[in-house]
């Protein structure tokens, strides 16, 4: 009797230890971050950064994606994304590096197609290609690229749309991050961002 009397005291105390912290960890605190990350100035980022156009939702500014004809192929009036290994590419369901080794041969004849492609499109020798332009990001969905990788797509993008390199760099610029507290990561330029901005004051003329 004596062994029931504490099976079930034992059972009990486990009991109030599962209903307190469900109470704790899955309702009060889930409902307290939620709480905190509707504030003004978190609102945007909590709820997905998202980017519209004319009331269209187009993209979010923490999610790279694509800017490619149906075929695959760079529109030239767009800056380009870093590439991205996310399932077919920017898929947002599917974040993933590519996983290959710096032995691997597959990543290295991926890099010298992406080096040969981009020299190709911006009319540069390989060598001038940066490195961001060549390998995917941890997650796939990079939104951002390199001021090195902006510079080197102006002055494509200002012979597409029949402006100066210098509009187009006083664009990049302004849409570039500094680093973070000033001292960490590098400065990016956010693509989805500077594209829009880009159609917004420098239309391409049909």
């Known amino acids: 009797m004596r062994a029931i009397l504490d099976y079930l005291r034992t059972a009990s105390a486990a009991l109030r230890m599962l209903l307190i912290f469900t109470a704790i960890c899955g309702i009060a605190y889930p409902l307290a971050i939620t709480a905190v990350a509707q504030i003004p100035g978190l609102k945007h980022r909590a709820d997905g950064s998202f ?3 004319a009331g ?8 790279g994606q694509s800017f490619t004809d149906a075929k695959g192929n760079a529109l030239p ?8 290994a996310a399932g077919e590419g920017y898929d947002a ?11 691997s041969t597959k990543l290295l ?3 010298n197609s992406r080096r040969a492609a981009i020299a190709d499109l911006e ?5 001038a290609v940066p490195p961001d332009a060549l390998t995917t990001s941890g997650s796939g969905l990079d939104p951002d690229i390199s001021p090195a990788y902006a ?7 200002a012979a597409v749309r029949h402006a100066t390199v210098a509009q187009i760099d006083e664009l990049v610029h302004a849409h570039t991050a500094s680093r973070a507290l000033g ?24």
């Open 56 to 63: 269209v939702v187009v993209g979010s500014s923490l999610i």
């Open 93 to 103: 369901t599917a974040s993933s590096a590519s996983n290959y080794g710096p032995e």
């Open 77 to 84: 009036q767009y800056f380009q994304s870093r590439p991205s």
């Open 109 to 111: 004849d991926l890099v």
């Open 123 to 127: 009319g540069v020798a390989g060598s």
């Open 151 to 157: 510079a080197l797509q102006e002055r494509r993008v």
């Open 183 to 206: 001292f960490m990561g590098e400065p990016a330029v956010n693509v989805l961002e500077l594209n829009l901005a880009l159609d917004a004051t420098l239309p391409v003329q049909p």
């Open 51 to 53: 980017v519209t156009k």
